[in-house]
């Protein structure tokens, strides 16, 4: 496993699962401050591949409490769980925001904690960018690619996604809207509530009998 993947390989009644932790921000091409709590892509997209070619390693849990992060690096990661042929399902305690909504949906499979949250927003940058039409382009391409990879991998309609991401009455000084857990299942995002042990159960579910 690559130094500090965030991740380990466990052993139940039906071979080995991997349980992927996506925490804290999702880092991508710049590096955050050492006090902040962070998912380097660079040390997961290796864990994937060698989770994909194992012939060990049965499913994959992937167990998300995030606030986003880097755009490009959460859907990277996204795409590559969407196109595992292992077994996934996806867990989200705590909360799945911005660009961990992808992530949470790119499973076969998704569960949410009933306390848990999720923020739908547009795409943002932090620091300076350039107010010209090239800027706008850009962020309109980024959203529908989100949009795209959510609505096609989970039961939301994607004029209803955009909605939710451009809603003005739910969150303060930004555009956006915050999904209970319930409300996320409601909604189409996810595919049910339920715990560690609902997670569990139904990745084993996938995995063929020996």
Same mark, same amino acid.
């Given at each position: 496993?690559?130094? /500090? ?6 052993? /139940? ?5 991997? #349980? ?25 997209? %290796?864990?994937?591949?060698?989770? +994909? ?16 992060? =880097? ?11 969407? /196109?595992?042929?292992? %077994? ?5 305690? /705590? ?6 909504? %992808? ?20 795409? $943002? ?7 010209? %039409? ?5 962020? +309109? ?17 994607? =004029? $209803?996604? $955009? ?6 009455? +739910?969150?303060? *000084? =930004? ?11 409601? +909604?189409?995002?996810? =595919? ?9 159960? #139904?990745?084993?579910? *996938?995995?063929?009998?020996?």
């Amino acid at each position: 496993m690559p130094d /500090g993947a965030a991740g380990v390989t466990l052993e /139940g009644h039906r071979g080995l699962i991997h #349980c992927l932790t996506v925490i804290g921000q999702i880092e991508g091409h710049v590096e955050l401050p050492s006090d902040t709590k962070t998912t380097k892509y660079e040390h997961v997209i %290796p864990q994937l591949v060698a989770i +994909e070619e194992s012939r060990e390693v049965r499913g994959l849990l992937i167990v998300l409490n995030t606030v986003g992060g =880097d755009i490009e690096a959460g859907l990277a990661l996204a795409e590559l769980i969407a /196109g595992m042929k292992t %077994p996934t399902v996806s867990l989200v305690l /705590g909360g799945g925001h911005s660009i961990g909504v %992808p992530l949470a949906v790119s499973a076969r499979r998704s569960f949410i904690a009933r306390s848990a949250t999720m923020t739908i927003h547009p795409v $943002r940058l932090n620091g300076m960018v350039l107010g010209v %039409p090239q800027t706008l382009s850009y962020f +309109e391409q980024m959203q529908e690619r989100i949009v795209r990879f959510v609505s096609q991998n989970s039961r939301v309609d994607p =004029d $209803r996604y $955009r909605k939710m991401m451009l809603e003005t009455g +739910e969150l303060a *000084m =930004d555009f956006g809207t915050v999904l209970s857990g319930e409300q996320a299942v409601s +909604e189409g995002l996810i =595919d049910e509530i339920g715990g560690l042990s609902s997670a569990i159960a #139904c990745l084993y579910g *996938m995995i063929p009998e020996e």
